[in-house]
């Protein structure tokens, strides 16, 4: 009898489920369901371009829709499957993405008092508000508490769980004090399928606690009381109402509950793995162990490594964490990434691409894709910085912007379009040379995400730049594969399902066909390319090169700030 | 009875002709004629930016009929016009705008042989193909002849008339050799119309020579032979077929042709007065006088101030030329200018503005202006240097590029509009100070242009960038107005026309009663906004600012122009 898990991905803009057959690997259906709140899931605020949120209420909806669409279709295509065989539920999703929930475990935003009230909802991981608190975080830190800062890259930020509560606390004071902790996407939703979303009741990965909260076993879990009073009071009293002990996703988040498997229509009591974040879980549904590198290409772009956790790690100055056992059990994960990728072509595609490349988003894609593939590299005289999100690695600098020059007056969109997948990029290959800078060999590159597969463009040009090959990881779906790899692991091999990540791996993974091979004559032009990249990267993103002008772009952003205030 | 002149100007895409009422300025008719060929009359070539030509063919076609044009309506706007009360005629053109002729004064792109050779074509003020043999004469006439050089800021410029020669001598011989001689478009539109284009008839006009072609009085004309033959020795020979003298626009070209009369109703034997540039002529239009600076709006913007020629007036760095006669008889023209303003807003519109924003170039801008105008100084993040086809003042540097600093996921393209008005309003701040600290007091700006008259928001980021209020001159067709001045000066008093260019502004100048005053709030804004601008622009534009960043630009074109040759 066949045995499948299910996987479940919470992303950006939508979330998608994959059901997966544990003997091969095979994707036997998939429902993807788009966030029907804000724009493209993400609620804005016009007055400040930081912000960026969720409605919770839109996690729930998804979830039911991707399951029952996923199981209709796995009927559709396979009249002998039974729902029943799934063996275990994994989840990942964005983050950090935490959301205010009640003392019921109820998210603010889902109260009737709360529900227009952006603070309520899930900060998702691009808001950038926090970015003051980010600063003042980095800075008690390194006088006080290196430590806590040399597993995150020497630089905490505001993307991240105590920046946001922090800033809640200051800037909406009336939701910090009604939440009664606040949870983590990835934490909420195995424990809402578990059917107990009590906070004392969650069970906590790893895998956000150690990237994004500061938890280490090594120094007792969380960050000291005496550390977050000095921050603020609120912030150690919150301490108290989040929890001691995280752990990795091949443990049980709880059991499905006879509730949700009614309502789901799956067996009440299969494994639900404790949560983890999407591009964790997308390196290892793309295979990843030692020496490869798996990259998650999406709207912001994930650098997932791992290393066995009994040898030596130095500490990677700018990568976004070194946490043991958040992509794999037994391993330390090394995330590190660029803030924008995919959401900086988005912005491009819908903003400044005129209707004669095509009247829709996806007819404008394709038309840049083919006339940049047309293209000689350089011969458009542009180079760009990826920094329209900030700069998340290696910089760690959310107050910095995009950059563009070289237009001349017959610069054409589809050039800067060309000239935006090189920065990205070069903006990879800056991680790359920091990680091996500091002793992590990376023998191997496998891509994933959508832009991995539907790019072959970017895939070229990340290869001649780089100077490496590039595979893509067979699945579409690589972060639910993994969700769901980590469904099967947890469930165990007495359930039909893998003793651990290796050997589900072995059984699932794989990579496709066409390898993206460098191409000499390019690899030598973005050499010379890659040069004023990093001219241009260390002028205005450091403050020890070239002298000053690495203030223009922060005052620009002050002044924006000051004006928007004042309007 | 009344009498009129009649005003030609030949601009970047169009030609127009104005006819003057002399009682009063009034402008009974007005008539456009946009040029055929090429991309709005401008010859590109796909493989190379640096291109910009034009088909003399579209001048003689043009002159037809835009005074015929201007006739038909000024006898429907008033029955009792009679074209023979029309006593002179003024021609202006762009330039250094060059083009290769035969013995008997034909433009080589009218032979059967050539018309198809982009090299025999006009080769417009904005062809910028001739960046090496500007450097090279920048160069050895700083080395050996720095005179030359002290009248038109300190640098030759690609733009100019031997860089264009001397390019032509080199990459396209078979042209070099087969013209006779070169002329200015401005001085071979009065030689045609005076029915003679011999080479050695035409009569030259001051501002094309004194501005682009290094002559002056004071050194005998012309540079001469010795320099021009360390250059090339093919210069030092087409030197002695150019010309010995050049005079102001209050000298006759010659007199109308009976051919010429008869094509275009017109009385023969009526004034024809020494061509000019468009900008110089439309300073004229403008009123230009001591302490006032006229900004002629267009394409590309012209700074233009008259000094008298007895006063003591330094050696300007950086701004394109001080000529004796070139503005105004008896003063000193100074003229400065940016490379490109309303060609960067066309660019953008054509390019990289989507159609919600509107289905026409027209719309789009009305659109874009709508929104820009309700945006406040800096609350968009965004600054622009307005360099995408160089900076002619105050670096003269044709090899920078177009940068925009500030962009975020959410930046809108009319927020990156109102960045380049502003981009251009600093870099116009910019020639402004230069032009102070070398004592040239500037008490009144006027403004011309289509620029001017169509855009309110341009002109009030003007008054608050500057801090100075922005007039703008009463004519729509400022360029064609002061060419019909120079018409009726030309003509001269005894035949109805004016004693001199004074009293004739006086009868005929004027500005509009809406005068944008600087906004104080704005203004603080903009001061620092400009302050960042000068950052950019020295660490960009000079080598001596911050070290080495300001070769990225330069790399990046030379990066381009060596993949386009490979391609």
Chains 1, 2 share one sequence.
């Not at 938890?215 to 919150?238: I, M, N, S, T, V």
């Not at 999406?298 to 100055?317: H, N, W, Y």
Request: aromatic share 8%; hydrophobic share 40%.
């Amino acid at each position: 009898m066949k045995r499948y898990a299910l996987g479940l991905d919470f992303g950006t803009n939508s979330c998608r489920s994959v059901i997966v057959d544990l003997a091969d690997g095979n994707e036997l259906a998939a429902h993807v369901f788009s966030y029907p709140t804000g724009e493209d899931g993400i609620l804005l605020d016009p007055q400040d371009p930081n912000v960026a949120r969720q409605h919770p209420g839109d996690y729930g909806d998804g979830l039911v829709a991707i399951v029952a669409g996923a199981i209709k279709k796995a009927k559709k295509a396979d009249k002998a499957f039974d729902p029943a065989s799934i063996i275990g539920i994994g989840v990942d999703t964005t983050g950090s993405t935490p959301m205010p929930i009640d003392l019921n475990g109820v998210p603010l935003a889902m109260l009737p008092k709360f529900r227009k009230n952006l603070n309520a909802m899930a900060w998702l991981w691009k808001d950038h508000t926090a970015h003051a608190e980010a600063a003042e975080i980095t800075d008690l830190a390194s006088r006080t508490r290196p430590r806590y800062l040399a597993k995150c890259g020497g630089t905490y930020s505001s993307e991240w769980f105590w920046s946001k509560s922090l800033h809640c606390k200051r800037a909406a004071p009336e939701i910090f004090n009604a939440a009664h902790s606040f949870v983590e996407h990835c934490d909420y939703i195995p424990a809402l399928l578990a059917g107990d979303t009590k906070p004392e009741h969650i069970v906590h990965g790893i895998c956000a606690a150690g990237h994004k909260a500061m938890y280490c076993d090594e120094w007792g879990g969380l960050p000291d009381k005496e550390f977050l009073a000095r921050l603020d009071p609120g912030l150690a009293e919150l301490r108290d109402r989040l929890y001691e002990k995280a752990v990795p996703s091949d443990h049980l988040a709880g059991r499905l509950s006879p509730k949700w498997a009614k309502k789901l229509d799956l067996k009440p009591g299969i494994a639900i793995a404790v949560g983890a974040f999407d591009a964790h879980m997308g390196a290892v549904g793309s295979g990843v162990k030692e020496g490869v590198l798996a990259k998650i290409l999406g709207t912001s772009t994930c650098d997932m490594m791992v290393m066995r956790a009994d040898r030596k790690l130095a500490d990677i100055p700018g990568v976004c964490g070194v946490v043991n056992g958040s992509i794999v059990p037994g391993y330390y994960g090394i995330e590190a990434g660029q803030s924008a990728v995919g959401d900086i072509f988005l912005w491009f595609i819908n903003n400044l691409v005129p209707e004669s490349y095509g009247k829709t988003s996806n007819k404008r894609f394709t038309a840049l894709e083919k006339a940049a593939a047309a293209l000689k590299p350089g011969a458009y005289g542009l180079l760009a910085l990826d920094w329209n999100n900030g700069n998340r690695t290696i910089l760690v600098d959310a107050r910095l912007s995009g950059l563009l020059i070289g237009q001349t007056l017959h610069t054409k969109a589809h050039e800067i379009y060309r000239a935006l997948i090189e920065a990205t990029a070069f903006g990879a290959l800056a991680i790359i040379k920091r990680i091996e800078e500091y002793g992590v060999p990376i023998n191997e590159i496998v891509n994933c995400g959508g832009l991995a597969v539907k790019n072959p463009l970017l895939m070229q040009i990340y290869a001649d730049v780089t100077g490496r090959p590039m595979k893509v990881s067979r699945s579409d779906q690589t972060c639910a594969l993994g969700a769901a790899i980590f469904g099967a692991v947890a469930a165990g091999k007495d359930a039909g399902g893998f003793a651990d990540v290796s050997e589900a791996q072995s059984a699932i993974c794989g990579v496709r066909d066409t390898v993206y091979a460098p191409i000499p004559e390019n690899q030598r032009t973005y050499a010379e390319l890659y040069g004023l990249y990093r001219e241009l990267h260390d002028s205005f993103g450091t403050a020890t090169w070239y002298g000053k002008i690495n203030h223009v772009m922060k005052r620009l952003i002050a002044i924006r700030e000051n004006q928007r205030i004042h309007a």
